[in-house]
Antibody
Framework: QVQLQESGPGLVKPSETLSLTCTVS????????WSWIRQPAGKGLEWIGRIYTSGSTNYNPSLKSRVTMSVDTSKNQFSLKLSSVTAADTAVYYCARVGLPGSYDYWGQGTLVTVSS | QSALTQPPSASGSPGQSVTISCTGTSSDVGGYNYVSWYQQHPGKAPKLMIY???KRPSGVPDRFSGSKSGNTASLTVSGLQAEDEADYYCSSYAGSNNFGVFGTGTKVTVL
């Protein structure tokens, strides 16, 4: 059974960079797309971007200038960096596996990141 | 690319059926048979309930069914149970060079 686990600081200061890592266990990270999705409190899901195990990426245009994703196949991990954060970036951040096109079949439990000084 | 449109809320009594719509465009919902649906209970991660418009992953009850007509997809929950009370989100593939898109979300209440 594939499992995903997000890790990273729960508190980030405004203007700094949010950094999260997703560790995949129970299966190989290879040959799949992997996504980051976030959800502000009380609001809907927002797609941040996706990365293939080759390193190819697609980002949400509204976040593209601030987002960087990377993958480390040797560690079965992929990562998210979001720069110049503001309070509007406060959300639960999920990592997920892209199964068939347009579907996310495995999700991490989510990690709350709060942007505050 | 805009979020897919869902009604904010839907409700039904135990044993009844409820149907949630998800409206997009010909560039996403209408252009591909890759619509998926997710159930999210408070404080939990979303769970895949339907993929490829109407297919259920292993372990999802057959009370959950999906369909699509034109640019609108639908999720029907038959025989409503208390544990079906949750938020539901749709998602659609929108082409290999497009980013992902989710629906606005629907809160289902079991009366």
């Amino acid at each position: 059974q594939v499992q995903l686990q997000e890790s990273g600081p729960g508190l980030v200061k405004p203007s700094e960079t949010l950094s999260l890592t997703c560790t995949v266990s129970g299966g190989s990270i290879s040959s799949y797309y992997w996504s980051w999705i976030r959800q502000p409190a009380g609001k809907g899901l927002e797609w941040i971007g996706r990365i293939y195990t080759s390193g190819s990426t697609n980002y949400n245009p509204s976040l593209k200038s601030r987002v960087t994703m990377s993958v480390d196949t040797s560690k079965n991990q992929f990562s998210l960096k979001l720069s110049s954060v503001t309070a509007a970036d406060t959300a639960v951040y999920y990592c997920a596996r892209v199964g068939l096109p347009g579907s996310y079949d495995y999700w991490g439990q989510g990690t709350l990141v709060t942007v505050s000084s | 690319q805009s979020a897919l449109t869902q009604p904010p809320s839907a409700s039904g009594s135990p044993g009844q059926s409820v149907t949630i719509s998800c409206t997009g465009t010909s560039s996403d919902v209408g252009g591909y048979n890759y619509v998926s649906w997710y159930q999210q209970h408070p404080g939990k991660a979303p769970k895949l309930m339907i993929y490829e418009v109407s297919k259920r992953p292993s372990g999802v009850p057959d009370r959950f069914s999906g369909s699509k007509s034109g640019n609108t997809a639908s999720l029907t929950v038959s025989g409503l149970q208390a544990e079906d009370e949750a938020d539901y989100y749709c998602s659609s593939y929108a082409g290999s060079n497009n980013f992902g898109v989710f629906g606005t979300g629907t809160k289902v209440t079991v009366l």
